[in-house]
């Protein structure tokens, strides 16, 4: 079974409002990424937080993370058309194959002029 | 140029045929990684393998095999293709570099996919 699990699976908003998702996971983490997908694209790196961090900022992402509750979240201030893609969280297992990520299903995020 | 390539990027065959997928990197990266993609599912790992003499079977590993030729290039094959393998594809890669601490860092690049229906 998947590792991780986005929250809402879609999630339509307004250029210039904020997006929020959000991702739980189900095993001890070394670190928690996000990765954007473009329609029928591949997966392109967002950002990665740490297990000992517990917010992490890249532009207009701002990423949370809580291990106790094994969930993050992610943010994306000031929405524009552009942003519009499929939202992952990929978690590795600490207790598991070093390497492996588990991706959950994604938020589709569509984002309206 | 593309660090990570996938050949095909488009194919349509039959039920039965065995058909192959490459992928090549040039990112010179240890790790490489093949997944498939399926509405509503999300990525589903099928191998992957840590160098050229690493193979390890995925969560969905049956009805699939695959080849590290190189360092650069992986390629999978499905056997005798059923419709539903039918799904985009996508290959991966990683490098970890020499350290195996916890508390590594794993970012993995992903190629453009290949979508394919077997009819």
């Known amino acids: 079974s998947q590792q991780g699990e986005e929250d809402p699976q879609a999630l339509s908003i307004q250029e210039g409002e904020n997006a929020t998702m959000n991702c739980s996971y189900k095993?001890?983490?070394?670190?928690l990424q996000w990765y954007r997908q473009n329609s029928g694209r591949g997966l392109v790196h967002l950002i990665l937080?740490?297990?000992?961090?517990r917010e992490k900022h890249s532009g207009r992402l701002r990423v949370t993370l809580d291990t106790s509750k094994k969930s993050s979240s992610l943010l994306i201030t000031a929405s524009r058309a552009a942003d519009t893609a499929s939202y992952f969280c990929?978690?590795?297992?600490?207790?598991?194959?070093?390497?492996?990520?588990?991706f959950g299903r994604g938020t589709q995020l569509t984002v309206w002029p | 140029d593309a660090d990570v390539t996938q050949t095909p990027r488009n194919r349509i065959t039959k039920t039965g045929k065995r058909i192959m997928l490459e992928c090549s990197q040039t990112?010179?990266?240890?790790?490489m990684y093949w997944y498939r993609q399926d509405p509503g599912l999300g990525l589903r790992l099928i191998y992957y393998s840590f160098d050229v003499k690493d193979i390890n079977k995925g969560e969905i590993s049956d009805g699939y095999s695959v080849s590290r030729q190189a360092q650069a290039k992986f390629s999978l094959s499905l056997e005798s293709a059923i419709p539903n393998q039918t799904a985009l594809y996508f290959c991966a890669t990683s490098d970890l570099g020499g350290d195996s601490s916890p508390g590594r860092e794993e970012t993995q690049y992903f190629g453009p996919g290949t979508r394919l229906l077997v009819l």
């Open positions: 095993t001890s983490i070394n670190n």
């Open positions: 990112k010179g990266h240890d790790r």
């Open positions: 937080i740490r297990s000992n961090e």
């Open positions: 990929a978690t590795d297992d600490r207790g598991s194959t070093l390497g492996r990520l588990y």
